[in-house]
């Protein structure tokens, strides 16, 4: 149990374009979502939390005009990334944390979108 | 402020050795912590988890790791490695927010 999953798996898009990446939690509904970066060989660095049907939370120095986040459901969260450039260029992951029961301080993570700006 | 350093960048052992992996955190209240391991490309998978209670606990694949309030400390360890074990390992403190920040990794070879 406890699924997440995301899509896409990776993505190549050109710069200027906006990407939209799908953050599912499969078999358990999530009233809390986050997100993550992660550059090549270093951490994951939370870029917002996002809460069904109220406006995402974001971390500091991350630009909410640029990382649009939407989380319409309990089971859908979705990170567009508009007008990406290169440097946009990162390993994304999703987590979840299940709504109340006794796993609701945890966390379950997608296989994470590799997004690749040229 | 939450922070959490893992001071070994990467650690190389030999498969069936001991391992230890060591995780150091600032936070201001009773913290959650976790370790997580990650394979290339992949997402992370959760090895262990302290809430509260027994500061030894158990994890998945033979893991274990202590809590340390003193040291504030909650290291990783493992009696005997395999090689598949081979991975980036992270660290990570949550907050009564549930918002994880994590370590920068630690990680590990296996050697024949």
């Known amino acids: 149990g406890a699924v997440v999953s995301q899509h896409p798996s990776w993505v190549i898009c050109k710069s200027g374009t906006s990407v939209k990446i799908e953050c599912r939690s499969l078999?358990?509904?999530?009233?809390?979502m986050f997100w993550y970066r992660q550059f090549p060989k270093q951490s994951l660095m939370l870029m917002a939390t996002?809460?069904?049907?109220?406006?995402?939370?974001?971390e500091q120095g991350v630009e909410k005009d640029k990382f649009l986040i939407n989380h319409a459901s309990l089971t859908l969260s979705t990170l567009t990334v508009t007008s990406a450039h290169p440097e946009d260029s990162s390993f994304y992951i999703c987590?979840?944390?299940?709504?109340?029961?006794?796993?609701?301080?945890?966390?379950?993570f997608g296989p994470g979108t590799r997004l690749t700006v040229t | 402020a939450q922070s959490v350093t893992q001071p070994d960048i990467h650690i190389t052992v030999s498969e069936g050795a001991s391992l230890e992996l060591r995780c150091n955190y600032s936070y201001g209240a009773t913290p959650y912590l976790f370790w997580y391991v990650q394979s290339p490309g992949q997402g992370l998978q959760l090895l262990l988890k302290?809430?509260?209670?027994?500061?030894l606990v158990q994890g998945i694949k033979g893991f274990e790791a202590e809590f340390k309030r003193s040291q504030s400390s909650f290291n990783l360890r493992k009696p005997s490695v395999h090689w598949s074990d081979a991975a980036e390992y992270f660290c990570?403190?949550?907050?009564?927010?549930?918002?994880?920040?994590f370590g920068t990794g630690t990680s590990l070879t296996v050697i024949p």
């Open positions: 996002s809460n069904e049907g109220s406006k995402a939370t974001y």
């Open positions: 078999d358990f509904q999530a009233t809390t």
């Open positions: 302290y809430f509260s209670g027994d500061t």
């Open positions: 987590s979840a944390s299940p709504a109340g029961g006794p796993r609701v301080n945890e966390q379950y």
């Open positions: 990570a403190v949550g907050t009564t927010g549930n918002q994880f920040y």
